[in-house]
Nanobody
Framework: QVQLVESGGGLVQAGGSLRLSCVLFSGNIFRFNAMGWYRQAPGKHRELVASISSGGRINYADSVKGRFAISRDNSKNALYLQMNSLNADDSSCYYC??????????WGQGTQVTVSA
């Protein structure tokens, strides 16, 4: 069973930084073709923030380009999201996701990020 566990969320002032982590607790991260970070605020749809493929191809939502950086450490079975210059619009619950070659997608439980003005 795939278990993804996020951490690193919290309360931060506008302009501050946070680093989210997502660790795979079962299996090997190599099985996933792509991993990513999504976020969902109350009353809004879940949206893609950033993704990274097994080959290292990276995509970012326009709203976070230049401020966020996604990375993947296969040796630690981990995915990261470095978030800088945070603003109130970044307040959301952030979810780690992973997709395997069978097109199955797995999700973590989410970690809350709150940015205060």
């Amino acid at each position: 069973q795939v278990q993804l566990v996020e951490s690193g969320g919290g309360l931060v002032q506008a302009g501050g930084s946070l680093r989210l982590s997502c660790v795979l607790f079962s299996g090997n991260i190599f099985r996933f073709n792509a991993m990513g970070w999504y976020r969902q605020a109350p009353g809004k749809h879940r949206e893609l923030v950033a993704s990274i493929s097994s080959g290292g191809r990276i995509n970012y939502a326009d709203s976070v380009k230049g401020r966020f950086a996604i990375s993947r450490d296969n040796s630690k079975n981990a995915l990261y999201l470095q978030m800088n210059s945070l603003n109130a619009d970044d307040s959301s619950c952030y979810y780690c996701s992973a997709a395997d070659s069978a097109s199955s997608t797995y999700w973590g439980q989410g970690t809350q990020v709150t940015v205060s003005a």
